[in-house]
């Protein structure tokens, strides 16, 4: 398993701000991902972070708007941009973790905390 | 990948086994099963995931079916910690390092332990 925090766990900002989020887990992964919870919804993926290239956004959310960084293997950092009520939400980061068992590998995503913005 | 069908709500005595199903009738032969949870304004925390034997840990079992169509989370004891939201989510899985496809969530189930 992994061990993921995220900072700030939640913030209350003004609207035409901009909010990072810190994501750091406990081990090297290659694979990380950025989610948004809006109220009363379920999960939506908002980008894919790979170590040493550019995040691959999921359609409906682009770099402008949700700036992500991956400096190595265990830190990550999405940025909200020029923010409106509408991004009020929880962000999620999640690490995909390989388990080999009896020489057959699966993959398994472990979820961060989140972080809980509220845009006034 | 292919969709899940669950209930939305279902509820269960304390101390009781929990049985959550999830009907998965379009999977394919490389996709495998995952369950996750989401207690109240947390993290999705991670169950289990099974291809085609039933899966036991310490949290949960899974049984899928024979013909793979669906499949059940059962929590042996439940207890009121475990009231929350239950994802069932198919994802194919691929040799290669990266090269899964995305966990794709629905609305889950979500089960209501009761004293």
């Known amino acids: 398993s992994a061990v993921i925090s995220q900072k700030p766990s939640r913030d209350i900002c003004q609207r035409g701000t901009s909010l990072t989020i810190q994501c750091q887990v406990d081990?090297?992964?290659?694979?990380m991902f950025w989610y948004r919870q809006q109220p009363g919804q379920s999960l939506t993926l908002i980008a894919t972070?790979?170590?040493?290239?550019?995040?691959?956004?999921e359609s409906g959310f682009v770099i402008d708007k949700f700036p992500i960084s991956r400096p190595n293997l265990t830190f990550s950092t999405l940025t909200v941009s020029n923010m409106s009520p509408e991004d009020s939400s929880i962000y999620l980061c999640?690490?995909?973790?390989?388990?080999?068992?009896?020489?057959?590998?699966?993959?398994?995503?472990?979820f961060g905390p989140g972080t809980r913005l509220t845009v006034l | 990948d292919a969709k899940t069908t669950q209930p939305p709500s279902m509820d269960c005595a304390e101390g009781r086994a929990a049985n959550l199903p999830c009907n998965h009738s379009?999977?394919?032969?490389?996709?495998?099963v995952y369950w996750y949870r989401q207690i109240h304004s947390q993290g999705p925390q991670y169950i289990i995931h099974?291809?085609?034997n039933n899966e036991t840990n310490e949290m949960a079992s899974l049984i899928i079916t024979e013909d793979r169509k669906s499949s059940t989370l059962i929590l042996p004891h439940a207890t009121l910690r475990d009231t929350a939201v239950y994802y069932c989510?198919?994802?194919?899985?691929?040799?290669?390092?990266?090269?899964?496809?995305?966990?794709?969530f629905g609305k889950g189930i979500t089960l209501s332990v009761r004293p």
């Open positions: 999640s690490v995909e973790v390989r388990t080999e068992r009896l020489g057959f590998g699966t993959d398994t995503q472990y």
């Open positions: 081990s090297q992964v290659t694979m």
């Open positions: 972070a790979n170590q040493g290239s550019e995040a691959t956004y």
């Open positions: 379009t999977i394919s032969g490389n996709e495998y």
């Open positions: 099974g291809l085609k």
């Open positions: 989510i198919v994802r194919v899985w691929l040799r290669k390092p990266g090269a899964n496809s995305k966990l794709t």
